[in-house]
Every structure is written in C-alpha cells, then in structure tokens.
C-alpha cells in the first residue's frame, strides 16, 4: 500500500460567525500542503450557504508523502491556527474503490481529539464488498450495454476486431465515464441503501 494514491476526506463545524476567517484558513492550508512532494491536488466546499458543515479532500501519491505532510511542523502549525473557530473534525482516509462509498457527513468528535489524531477510524465502516460490488454492476452494465450497441451499430468492422483490441478500447473509453460519471450518480442513487444508518 506504500506506493498507492490515498485520498484523506475531512469534514469539519466551523462557526458560522467566522466564515471569512475560516475560508483563508483552509486556503492556507491547501498552499502549504501543495509545496509537499507527492501532494496530487485537494479541494473543499461548504455543505450550503450559512451552513458551519465544510468538506474537504487531498490526495498524496503514497502513504509517505502524506504521513510526511500530516508529521510537517507547517501543518501543525496551520491546525493551531482553527482551534478558535473550529468546532470539530472528522477524517478519513482512502486508497481504492471504497472512497466512493465514503459519507463524509457522518459524526463528528471534537476539535482538539480531531487535532491529536490525523487519521480518525470511528466513522463507519465502508458498506459491505457485496453491496459495492452491487453498485458497481449497476453503474457498468448500462454503460457497457450502451456503449456496445453504439459501436456495434456505427462502427464498421468493429465485430472484426482482435479481442484485446475491442477490449482496450472499452475499457479506455469507459474507464473515464464510469469513475467520473456513472460510479458518482449511482452511489447518490443507493446512499440509504449503502449506508442507512448514516444519519
């Protein structure tokens, strides 16, 4: 797992009162986070407007390259700076297929717990592999279904292609949709169903 992605998602209470404040102080964090080797990208949102729930995702290439961000004294310093206005913090961190199945506005635990503990593992657990196993047929038969009459239908000499080749070619094309697409719409689809004592 050294080498693989892992994806962190937080969700933090902010107090409402202090909006402007706690934008500049995500921001801050997002700046000295991306100066890390191995930061791949992050982002956050407000759950809505006048809402004190923000979201937030980073992505390192390794577990290294994030345990050395979560261990900088920069980080440290930038969690001391929220203490005032966050109320509290929930975390998570992901490395495969399970992210989509994730619910980050589960729970959350107070602020200082949050501060001493990067990786917090009392959320719930992802939905059973035969549940995600579910969703993901659902998402990739429609796909795959209508990808292949398309092609079928207006490629010429499709049917004539070597089978690594037809199969290349949908997977590079279906890759893309089903993790941008089809994975995303039916996770929000089934959420009750994946994790029904969410909320």
């Not at 509290?88 to 297929?97: A, D, L, V, W």
């Not at 079928?152 to 070597?162: K, N, Q």
């Amino acid at each position: 797992m050294a080498g693989e992605p892992i994806t962190v998602s937080i969700r933090r209470e902010v107090d409402p009162e202090r909006i402007a404040e706690a934008t500049a102080w995500v921001q801050t964090g997002v700046n000295l986070a991306a100066k890390y080797p191995g930061f791949l990208g992050s982002g956050w949102v407000r759950a809505g407007e006048g809402s004190q729930v923000w979201h937030m995702l980073y992505r390192f290439a390794s577990e290294e390259t994030l345990e050395a961000w979560e261990r900088s004294s920069e980080r440290t310093w930038w969690l001391s700076m929220g203490q005032g206005f966050v109320r509290s913090e929930r975390s998570r961190r992901r490395s495969g297929i399970e992210g989509w199945f994730d619910d980050p506005a589960t729970g959350s635990v107070p602020v200082a717990d949050a501060a001493a503990s990067t990786s917090l593992d009392e959320l719930p657990p992802a939905p059973p592999r035969w549940k995600q196993a579910v969703t993901i047929w659902l998402g990739f038969f429609p796909v795959n279904l209508v990808f292949t009459l398309l092609v079928t239908s207006f490629v010429p000499g499709w049917d004539d292609l070597a089978v690594a080749l037809k199969v290349l070619v949908t997977t590079l094309l279906l890759t893309p949709v089903m993790t941008f697409w089809a994975l995303p719409f039916i996770t929000r689809l089934l959420r009750r169903w994946l994790a029904p004592t969410a909320r």
